[in-house]
């Protein structure tokens, strides 16, 4: 562990700048400037924000770039990069005017062109976005500060473009025409955010520097959500992949780090024993999940996958990923929703859930026809608690008969292992909250290919419904059925809720912890 942190060290000073910070006095800020270091469980797989749903991408992708709409502290809709909207009384016409002033980080105008072309080019190449947007006619820009989209039919137009992941992020016209569906890289991911990037080191860092000419929305008293009055105070933020857990714990306590994803839980006591430190569990964060390649025989039979279900014990694998059944970092639950998010919270189709079974487990793979042929399961140790999770769900598929092969990897090379389709049947992951049911189509809607192979049409048209304008009451009852098919089509396999601790030196002011993104803008970093 030692060597591992004399590493992230000398890394966190070279790459970063922390030998010579400066400062400067804002309102907003106090004492402004300096670095704030971030320890974080792993790369991002890219820095392209329409091209993943990851979360360590999208950690990084908020700072840099900006939607027309977001998400505020409550989870409700508020204006980004739009000065306003309006819709027409057919809901078949949305018409955006945009802030004026605002500017890319090339220094170029932010203008409806830029809107549109990174509008189409989402469509093209985010997961689930042609599926979220299947209602869409056209987009124009009617003038340099107005764009205008028109549906084909009704459907929840403003939370698809919201929801983050993948993120709608604008870019400059010519990087997308520069690109097209190719991946964006390096000093051409330009967005309007209050954060530069400057310098992608995979394995090393990755490094933003604050953009002089941003302006924060003034409509807000402050930060909200992912959105809101933005302010930049630090000079950079570097964030560094430490992938070893211990690690991020030795460096928060010797004041290299300032922030630390996922603390181990037993080095939670001491932690708080520092006056130094403050720990807070990040509640809801994870729901632990099992992905399945629905293509890769034997998964592509009903029965088999419904004999993984009947043989986990749900509470031990939790138990395994928290030392213990501690309540504070765990729960049993196969909602998709979190009990937090009351309007999407559902029971549905979980009669089987957490109900271990060997006898039905035998039927069900005999059924199947499965005579033992080894089933390859994708995990990874940068997230420490999926890899407690996959070794307890492998431990107990194997004394139930099934030939699990655990497949180690680092969590980049593991989305594109899953992304490849080939050579595995089970993937462990995450998710985090959904923020709305429309999230799930990239996950459960035929083509998409996060989905892996699942394709069933009578889901397909639930998701189309619940992608509509239709009251709060109708759209539950939608939901209540897509999740009923979830469970009794096995698409994936839901473990429970993973609450994680992170950790912050008192030398970062204003940090308040939300969803799955540490947010470093309004913050400072106290010298």
Request: hydrophobic content about 40%; some cysteine.
């Amino acid at each position: 562990m030692a060597a591992a942190l004399a590493v992230c060290v000398g890394v966190t000073s070279a790459v970063l700048g922390l030998n010579a910070p400066s400062s400067a006095q804002t309102p907003e800020c106090g004492t402004a400037g300096g670095t704030i270091v971030a320890a974080m469980s792993t790369n991002p797989p890219t820095l392209d924000p329409m091209l993943s749903t990851t979360t360590a991408s999208r950690q990084v992708a908020v700072y840099i770039f900006e939607s027309l709409v977001t998400y505020d502290e409550n989870y409700a809709i508020i204006p980004q990069l739009a000065a306003s909207w309006t819709a027409a009384s057919n809901a078949l016409v949305y018409t955006f005017k945009l802030r004026p002033g605002v500017r890319f980080h090339n220094g170029q105008r932010l203008t409806a062109a830029d809107v549109k072309a990174s509008f189409e080019r989402y469509l093209k190449v985010a997961p689930g976005g042609l599926q979220r947007f299947n209602g869409l006619r056209t987009v124009t820009a009617v003038d340099d500060a107005t764009v205008r989209f028109e549906l084909a039919r009704p459907f929840a137009f403003l939370a698809n473009l919201a929801i983050p992941s993948p993120l709608f992020a604008v870019l400059p016209k010519a990087i997308i025409d520069k690109y097209g569906d190719k991946e964006v890289r390096g000093a051409d991911l330009v967005g309007t955010g209050p954060y530069t990037f400057a310098e992608w080191r995979p394995d090393v860092a990755v490094r933003l520097a604050k953009f002089a000419d941003y302006r924060p929305d003034t409509r807000f008293p402050g930060a909200t959500g992912f959105g809101g009055r933005r302010v930049a105070c630090a000079d950079q933020i570097g964030f560094i992949p430490v992938t070893e857990a211990g690690s991020r714990v030795a460096g928060l306590m010797t004041g290299a780090y300032d922030f630390a994803e996922a603390v181990p839980i037993t080095s939670v006591p001491q932690l708080e024993a520092s006056k130094d430190i403050t720990v807070q569990i990040v509640k809801p964060k994870w729901g632990i999940l099992i992905e399945l390649n629905h293509g890769q025989p034997p998964m592509d039979k009903l029965p088999f996958r419904k004999a993984l279900v009947a043989a986990l014990d749900m509470g031990q694998v939790l138990a395994a990923t928290s030392f213990g059944n501690r309540p504070e970092y765990i729960r049993v639950s196969p909602s998709i929703f979190f009990p937090e998010q009351k309007d999407w919270y559902s029971l549905a189709g979980a009669t089987a859930y957490n109900k271990p079974d060997l006898a039905q487990v035998k039927r069900d793979l005999a059924e199947a026809g499965y005579t033992n042929e080894p089933i390859t399961y994708l995990t990874n140790q940068d997230y420490d608690w999926m890899y407690k999770a996959s070794v307890a769900i492998a431990a107990q598929l194997q004394r139930a008969g099934i030939n699990v092969k655990l497949e180690l990897m680092d969590w980049p090379s593991q989305i594109q292992r899953a992304q490849s389709l080939k050579g595995w049947h089970m993937n462990q992951t995450g998710w985090s909250p959904r923020l709305d049911p429309l999230q799930t189509s990239v996950s459960l809607h035929c083509g998409s290919l996060s989905a892996y192979n699942y394709c069933n049409h009578e889901m397909d048209q639930l998701l189309d419904q619940i992608n509509t304008d239709l009251p709060l009451k109708q759209r539950q009852a939608l939901w209540t059925k897509i999740q009923q098919l979830v469970w009794d089509d096995v698409s994936v396999i839901r473990v429970g809720d993973y609450f994680e601790p992170e950790a912050i030196r008192s030398s970062l002011r204003g940090y308040r912890p939300f969803y799955v993104i540490p947010r470093f803008w309004s913050v400072s970093k106290v010298h």
